[in-house]
């Protein structure tokens, strides 16, 4: 499954798919070059990340279950781990650079299918 994902009158991105499945959110984006068919990955639930077996750098959003981001984390390297967001329920991985610099903690962002 595909969805938009905006914020304002800005589109962040037209093709994010959602990783909803156990499996499909164990594995997410490890051992991929880069992201295949998509611009990002929706991890729902999700409360922390690890970049273990990742090939390059991300930008993670930390989001609410009303999708008001709780927490942003820049060009996060592999093998690296965050904190556990207990505000968080979903969690929006791009690769690093692809987040616009005006998106900030508190913003809501809006999601639609596709």
């Known amino acids: ?3 938009q994902i905006s914020y ?3 589109i962040l991105s037209k093709d994010i798919l959602i990783a909803e499945t156990l499996l499909d959110r164990l594995i997410g984006l490890m051992f991929r070059e880069r992201i295949v068919g998509a611009e990002g990955l929706l991890l729902d639930p999700c409360r ?3 970049t273990f077996f990742m090939r390059y750098n991300l930008d993670i959003v930390f989001l609410s279950s009303e999708n ?3 927490k942003i984390i820049r060009n ?3 093998w690296r781990m965050t904190w556990i967001y207990f505000r968080a329920n979903k969690t929006l991985e791009l ?3 692809k987040l616009p610099s005006d998106l900030k903690e508190g913003d809501i962002l809006e999601v639609k299918s596709v």
């Open 8 to 10: 304002g009158n800005k």
């Open 76 to 78: 996060l390297k592999p």
């Open 48 to 50: 922390s990340i690890h």
């Open 1 to 3: 499954m595909k969805i």
């Open 95 to 97: 690769p690093a650079g």
């Open 68 to 70: 008001k981001i709780i």
